[in-house]
């Protein structure tokens, strides 16, 4: 009898439960067509844990409930980061796995990161290479100390594979495609039949903008966050309405720091959006302006022109692509760059679908990475069954 491969997939944010969907669903038609049967048990943090940052993606992916949910939500980076990795590792003494998979830049993926290879259990990292360059930023931390100390990083792109093999990585990197563009091909057929956002807030197709803003580099700093805010407003008196769906942690400095702010009329803050909404949002948006990296990326994918309100990004394609404009924080810049699109796109919309493709694969990254993710356990699983 074969036993079946015993692969733990660990997730606590947003963005991380939008790139596990596309990997279990080629496991499971890896499975039913003849592969062998994987055992793919799901590890949820709680870092993010309500319903409108959790829920709605395990409903709208079609993902199975966490076999864990370890419950650790908020708190500092230090203490989130300390109780992740004591249950992350009483998750993994429960059943020793084959492999942990890890996804992306959180405090979920620095904590079962490093967990695991105390464990001596090999980890996946999905989404591996991709590099900011400032330290500052709490996910580069991530992202380079998960890269270092993985087995086997599966790495979204050329650039990201250049960045590993800087850093002297590249035997362990293996180039897959970004599983955020199979996530945004295969959901926006979803999103156009099952999401009615658009006409819950009455939006007319490109007439208005979308924004987000939940890094820490924005809301932790007063003065940052003072400057996109008036910036918005502004952009909503002369250029555009603006939909604003709040991150907790955004409406969080907004209510605690900004108590006298008040919104234009015309920039609406709503609750979190789920995935589907949000695709249908910025699929029909004439712009977006956002310091979220998924974002700038489904923009891209979505043809909706981008304004990045950062210094720096780690998804260089979508620059080097045209289909995002770096304009960081202060409102001039941010004003140049709504203008530099309404001449570039005035219809508010633009066709990037063959950038994104060269840079992005061709929408079986997950497949890519359930490949390499088996072959790298091969191997292991031979060694183990000649010692029986
Ligand atoms: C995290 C990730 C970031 C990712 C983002 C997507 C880190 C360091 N950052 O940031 O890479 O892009 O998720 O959203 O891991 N909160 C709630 N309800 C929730 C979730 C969070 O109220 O469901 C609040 C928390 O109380 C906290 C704030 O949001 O004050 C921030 O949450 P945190 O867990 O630090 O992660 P994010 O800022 O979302």
């Known amino acids: 009898m074969t036993t079946a491969i015993k692969l733990v997939s660990i997730v606590g944010a947003r963005p991380q439960f939008i790139k596990i969907a596309p990997l279990l669903r080629s496991f499971e038609h890896f499975t ?27 409903d709208e992916l079609a993902i199975p409930p966490a076999t864990f949910n370890l419950g650790v939500g908020s708190g500092s ?30 405090n979920s993926t620095l904590a079962a990161t490093l967990s695991a290879a105390k464990l001596h259990i090999p980890v996946a990292h999905v989404e591996a290479g991709l590099r900011s360059f400032n330290r500052r930023m709490p996910e580069e931390i991530n ?30 990197a293996v180039l897959t495609g970004d599983i955020m563009y199979d996530a945004v091909l295969f959901n926006r057929r979803l999103a156009a039949q099952r999401s009615s956002i658009l006409d ?14 939940h890094r820490a580099e924005n809301t932790d700093d007063e003065k940052r966050l003072r400057k996109v805010l008036s910036a918005l407003n502004e952009i909503a008196a002369t250029a555009a309405r603006l939909v604003f769906p709040l991150h ?82 202060e409102p001039e810049a941010i004003r140049a760059a709504v203008s530099a699109w309404e001449a570039r796109a005035p219809a508010g919309q633009a066709d990037f679908s063959a950038a994104a493709a060269a ?21 292991r699983e031979r060694a183990s069954h000649a010692l029986l």
């Open 32 to 58: 039913r067509r003849g592969g062998p049967p994987i055992d793919h048990i799901i590890v949820h943090t709680g870092q993010h844990y309500d319903a409108g940052m959790s829920d709605v993606f395990f």
């Open 77 to 106: 980076h230090g203490s989130q980061t300390d109780q992740m990795l004591a249950r992350i590792e009483g998750a993994l003494l429960n059943g020793r796995p084959d492999i942990v998979v890890t996804y992306g830049d959180t």
């Open 359 to 379: 840079a992005f694969g061709d929408g079986h990254a997950a497949d890519r990475i359930r490949d390499a993710v088996l072959a790298f356990i091969a191997p």
């Open 248 to 329: 907790p942690r955004t409406a969080k400095v907004l209510q605690s720091r900004f108590p006298a702010w008040s919104p234009h009329p015309r920039l609406q803050l709503i609750p979190p959006a789920g995935y589907l909404d949000t695709l249908s949002l910025v699929g029909h948006a004439r712009m977006l302006l956002t310091d979220s990296g998924g974002l700038q990326k489904e923009a891209f994918f979505l043809g909706c022109p981008c304004i990045t309100l950062r210094e720096e990004t780690e998804w260089v394609e979508t620059l080097q692509g045209g289909g995002n404009i770096l304009a960081g924080i």
């Open 200 to 213: 819950r807030l009455a939006l007319e197709p490109r007439r208005y903008g979308v924004v987000t803003i």
């Open 143 to 172: 992202r380079v100390v998960a890269d270092h100390v993985s087995d086997l990083l599966l790495a979204p792109t050329p650039t990201a594979i250049a960045n590993l093999e800087k850093e002297g990585l590249a035997e362990r």
